[in-house]
């Protein structure tokens, strides 16, 4: 019974590699096709979606395309029927990628992920701009300000803020705080700004919770030492408590940025949805999690694995930054 | 200079504060107002197919219920390998970051994940979906809550009752965990709150539906995938529709997470 | 003897060095023998030895023999060698533990006792009632708890506490109760209710007992073996050990000249 129980708890534990593997494995089978057809140039290719002519396409593909366009043509008469009936293709290991358009002139069309991901980075950085300072601002506040009367209801009230949906976020963010917004900065209701600071709020209470138990763990005696020496509280916090932090609050910080990468829904509805490079931050824009929300659904064929190529690059990003997140945070158990 | 420089600090420090609870209650303001307005004896007793939310809060509940079922065993069993059998090497040192990892990971890509392996072998969108992509979420929360809780029971209890003759797992289950019992349903309960509000998983996993199913099989209800689609909807009443499912959600969520620290406090006492 | 030690070392996993080197001691049947020396002497550890606790933990290194008197054969058998998982449940029924922290499982009175009795397979209601009523009465807890049994374990002191402990491993009729400086953190009245326990409790067990108090151990204890950075320094009557040591680093430990 003992050991019985001892295999199936370690098998239970490799449970969570087994399916840390699989995402990126079946990610990266499902983008294949998209890999093979753009390669890294994915990632810098603005268009989505765009039928090129096929006479800047070299030989050997303009053959494989002539054969699958045989296929599809063999199948049913009609073009468009022939794209919705279609088998997916992503079940076998052979890459039949198949191109969404099929017409009389030779074309391909071409994915290329380059505005969602420039989206996802640029609102990010947005939403970091804003977060960090409010972020360590209030976990200043509930750390070393507040009685304790004050630094409880306001400590719980900023976890509350952690705990609502985002897509309560994202109503209120689309209804009240674009609008708001963009009364001040001029521009849509929706945007790359408004996206960028929906994101800030989100993050802000992970943030602060974070540093303010970091900044905890500085021990009192170092803190005492450095007012008997008459510091005044800021030059505390400033040369003695973050030092001491620092590498928990940097921790907080890229691990809130790892989240900020992913975040979908409350991003989906103040972005804008728009596929294009934003002129202007108050202009609208995609980012990964939003293209993937929006298009995913209706997609199939090439575009698909494309997205599965987006997909794949959002979660590698994002293990990284986790990672690296993590690494700071085991530094500081040391 | 200095004092003046510190003061300025401080001050800034509180209007961070100040700001960060402005938004909260710009929010909560916001919600209750639009959702309350919205609120009748309708939207409970009608499904979404007549303009209710019946259906979507019983699926939404359902499929979070479902996630609970299929992650908490697997996710308990492993935080116990980890705290009680590991002993600390390396691999259960790699497990535990792994799944702080997972803890963070994008849910939309789970996701991707899940309509690759579920939904694209059966067909269509289907409720056991949701449900897997939900767990999937869940599990290293469960994972972390276990690990973190049993970790606080003191050594000497462990060694009690081997002391007394008692094999590892039955000291495990009849004395540690009993132990840790309020703070990994705390753990529990809190993990739930977070996974009854997600949306992104669900989007092309189990979809929605507008009618009252039980059938996991297909489409499933979900409310969160609704407010999405209902919120950018023109019909000024499919709006109200989805700000007042938005509140109950809130409300909900709320309500759990302010219970579940009510437990933790109690039990510190 | 109940026990004997015989050039008994062990090594933490690990650790460079041993924490006990060539440990030589009796424990006397039907006696209290009493551990004594300053922080990080090794006496725990020796105790800890002789319910081989030290195997929850892996990597431990044993040299030596601890052997403990079969009651039924009259032989000492190594329990050292012992490997499998039930020989390990059966020693500890054998050889009880009581710990410095009190250690009440989260059940109820009733449970705590009953538990290593459930254990050992005792299902009978009558009996377990009636193993439950003599074991609280042999630790003095009976008339305290006797209308509360199904009260949670937890919501007792911390001297109850301890005494359920005693009752607990009581229960199980042990040969042997290795008491790990069980009242250090008690206040003085429960300390006095519980070495008053150990000296009737060895009428029925043997015990070993570890304490930094000295004077507890002159008070309680038949036999004192004084111990310091892993060896033993004296084992003898503690009559002796305490008026008339023969080790000098013995008598300056007694005398307080280091603690």
């Known amino acids: 019974m003992e050991s019985i129980f001892k295999k199936i708890a370690s098998m239970s534990a490799t449970t969570i590699l087994l399916i840390l593997s699989s995402i990126f494995i079946v990610l990266f089978i499902y983008a294949k096709p998209a890999i093979a057809e753009y390669g890294l140039n994915f990632i810098i290719d603005p268009r989505w979606g765009v039928e090129v002519p096929l006479d800047n396409v070299k030989k050997e593909d303009k053959v494989s395309i002539k054969e699958k366009k045989v296929e599809q043509k063999a199948l049913t008469h009609d073009d468009e029927i022939a794209v919705d009936e279609e088998d997916l293709g992503l079940d076998d290991e052979d890459d039949i990628a198949v191109g969404d358009e099929i017409s009389e002139t030779n074309t391909k069309t071409i994915y290329g992920g380059l505005v969602p991901i420039v989206g996802t980075i640029l609102s990010t950085i947005i939403a970091l701009l804003f977060a960090i300072p409010l972020a360590m601002g209030i976990a200043i506040f509930l750390s070393e300000i507040a009685p304790e009367f004050i630094s409880k209801p306001v400590g719980i009230a900023i976890e509350l803020l952690a705990a609502i949906p985002s897509i309560i976020y994202g109503m209120w963010g689309l209804f009240y705080f674009g609008p708001f917004i963009s009364s001040i900065f001029g521009g849509g209701s929706v945007s790359l700004l408004v996206a960028g600071l929906v994101l800030a709020i989100m993050i802000i209470p992970f943030m602060a919770s974070l540093t303010r138990d970091s900044m905890n763990t500085t021990p009192s005696v170092l803190k005492e030492s450095a007012y008997a020496m008459g510091a005044t509280k800021f030059e505390v916090i400033k040369d003695v408590i973050f030092p001491y932090a620092k590498k928990g609050i940097i921790g907080s910080i890229i691990l809130a940025l790892g989240r900020a990468l992913g975040e979908t829904m409350a991003v989906a509805f103040v972005i804008g949805g728009v596929f294009t490079f934003p002129k202007s931050i108050t202009d609208p824009t995609v980012s990964i999690p939003v293209v993937l929300a929006n298009s995913f659904a209706e997609s199939n064929g090439l575009s698909l694995n494309a997205l599965f190529y987006l997909a794949l690059v959002l979660f590698v990003i994002s293990f990284i930054v986790i990672s690296f997140a993590k690494f700071y945070f085991l530094r500081d158990k040391k | ?130 449900a897997i992509a939900l767990a999937i979420m869940m599990i290293p929360i469960v994972v972390r809550t276990t690990d973190d809780m049993l970790g606080l029971v003191p050594r000497e209890l462990r060694e009690a009752g081997v002391a007394i003759g008692a094999p590892k797992y039955k000291v495990i289950f009849n004395i540690i965990i009993k132990a840790a019992k309020v703070g990994i349903m705390t753990g529990i309960l809190l993990a739930f709150a977070r996974i009854v509000g997600e949306t992104a998983p669900l989007l092309f996993t189990s979809g929605n539906s507008e009618y009252f199913t039980m059938d996991l099989n297909n489409e499933f209800p979900s409310l969160t995938v609704a407010i999405y689609n209902l919120a950018t909807m023109p019909d000024e009443k499919l709006v109200n529709l989805a700000w007042a499912g938005a509140f109950l959600l809130t409300l909900f969520v709320l309500i759990i997470n302010l219970i579940g620290r009510f437990i933790t406090k109690e039990k510190k006492q | 003897m109940i026990m004997d030690i015989k050039h008994f070392s062990f090594t933490y996993a690990g650790a460079s060095a041993p924490s006990l080197k060539n440990i030589n001691l009796p424990i006397e049947e039907n ?76 059940m109820s009175i009733y449970d705590n006792i009953a538990y290593g009795l459930k254990l050992q397979g005792k299902k009978n209601k009558t009996e377990l009632d009636e193993a439950v009523e003599n074991a609280l009465k042999g630790a003095a ?75 507890q151990a002159s008070r309680i204890s038949d036999f004192t073996a004084f111990m310091y950075l892993g060896d033993l320094i004296e084992y003898d009557k503690t009559e002796t050990i305490f008026l008339n040591p023969k080790e000098k680093r013995t008598e300056d430990y007694i005398t307080g000249k280091f603690g």
């Open chain 3, 141 to 215: 807890l009976w008339n305290e708890v006797k209308d509360r049994l199904n009260a949670d374990a937890r919501g007792m002191s911390g001297g109850q506490q301890q005494r359920l402990c005693i009752a607990r491993a009581v229960a199980l009729k042990p040969e042997v109760l290795l008491f790990d400086e069980p009242t250090s953190a008690l206040d003085p009245i429960s300390t006095g209710a519980i070495e008053e326990l150990i000296v009737e409790l060895k009428e029925e067990v043997s015990i070993a007992i570890v304490t930094h108090n000295m004077q």
């Open chain 2, 1 to 130: 200079m200095r004092l003046m420089i510190n003061k300025i600090v401080l001050i800034l420090s509180t209007l961070a504060a100040v700001i960060g609870i402005g938004f909260l209650f710009w929010i909560l303001i916001t919600l209750t107002i639009k959702g309350v307005s919205a609120i009748n004896l309708h939207i409970f007793t009608a499904d979404l197919v007549d303009n209710g939310l019946r259906n979507l809060l019983v699926g939404q509940f359902t499929l979070a219920l479902m996630a609970v079922v299929i992650g908490v065993p697997i996710g308990m069993v492993a935080g116990i390998y980890l705290q009680e059998y590991s002993f600390g090497n390396k691999y259960a040192e790699f497990i535990r970051n792994l799944s702080d990892v997972m803890m963070s990971a994008p849910s939309i890509v789970i996701g991707t994940f899940v309509y690759a392996i579920v939904v694209n072998p059966v067909g269509h969108v289907n409720g056991w979906a949701g």
């Open chain 3, 31 to 106: 006696k209290v023998t009493a551990l004594i020396g300053p922080s990080g002497c090794g006496k725990s550890t020796l105790l800890r030895s002789m319910n081989r606790i030290h195997d929850l933990y892996p990597g431990n290194k044993y040299e030596g023999e601890i052997l403990l008197k079969n009651l039924e054969t009259k032989k000492f058998e190594n329990i050292l060698e012992i490997k499998k998982e039930n020989d390990f449940i059966n020693l500890r029924q054998r050889v009880g533990m009581i710990f410095q922290k009190p250690t009440p499982f989260p």
